[in-house]
């Protein structure tokens, strides 16, 4: 459970105050002004003026100062599940993003946010937008050009050498948090003051993970947000995210081949085992083209000495 209070500088004074003798010793993130931990609950407070409470106890915890929030108390609708979305949702202006390549040894982690408003709606259905696994790479390539051009949208591709980097401060799922939260702030900016009517992210951890991955981030996407597997089965704007996702992604493995010097075989098996070996023989560098935390990077050591 996660519960979020809006309160005045002053009030957050009183609030860290309160908490001290239970406040964790530690360097906070940036934004951060205190962390409590009591048993069954989490307090974070941030210097914005929102202090949130996470577990079992956050409701009774939060409970207490509720008066004193100079906005109602809102329980994020990850809370919610696929019944509670938005009437006619699949027909409203929403925002999603999604994102390509975790499991995939070569290449980047691409992630897309995509608004898709009313109005483009049908055209998108048109051209057959749906969940990019199930579409080739060329029908990717034709498609994802199409959408770029008619809806706003964002991308980060992180590629290997910055993704080695990050994987050493973030696990895979924090990194992905990470980018959905700054593609989708992106994205809001492009569009404002327009805003959509809903956020839609194709889920890939609980919600209260996510967001205690993504609380040192300025800002952090919070309002309207939604949280369904298979999202793209509940909003095109997912599956929009998820072509340009792996149309940008289809780009950088062939930039990476091209520099390779061979065709770099997408996700995680026998065959990119033995292109990793081969690459190593060549006294290549894996960490230009590959996700070394993989364990395909032992078993492509231990196959080029052989």
Known sequence: MTEVLKVTPTKLNQIANHYTTHTA?????????????????????????????????????????????????????????????????????????DEVGTGSYFGPLTTAAVFVDQDHLASLRKLGVEDSKKLSDPTIIKIAKQIMAQCPYHVVNVKPQDYNRLIRKYNQAQLKAICHNFVLGKV????????PAAILIDQFVQPSTYFRYVRDQSPIIDKHVFFKEKGE??????????IVARYISLQTMDDLSSRAGITLPIGAGLKVDQVAAQLLKQGQDLNNFAKLHFANTKKAIKLARQ
């Open 25 to 97: 010793h530690q360097k906070l993130p940036k934004g951060t002004k205190f962390m409590a931990k009591l048993p069954g609950v989490t307090i974070t407070g941030y210097q914005s003026g929102k202090v949130m409470f996470q577990g079992k106890l956050a409701s009774q915890e939060a409970s207490q100062w509720q008066a004193a929030a100079v906005s109602t108390n809102e329980v994020y609708p990850q809370m919610k599940s696929a019944n509670d979305l938005p009437t006619n949702f699949s027909q409203l202006a929403v925002l999603g993003s």
């Open 188 to 195: 809001l900016n492009q569009i404002a003051p327009v805003q």
């Open 233 to 242: 089965s509940y909003h095109l704007a997912v599956a929009a995210a998820s």
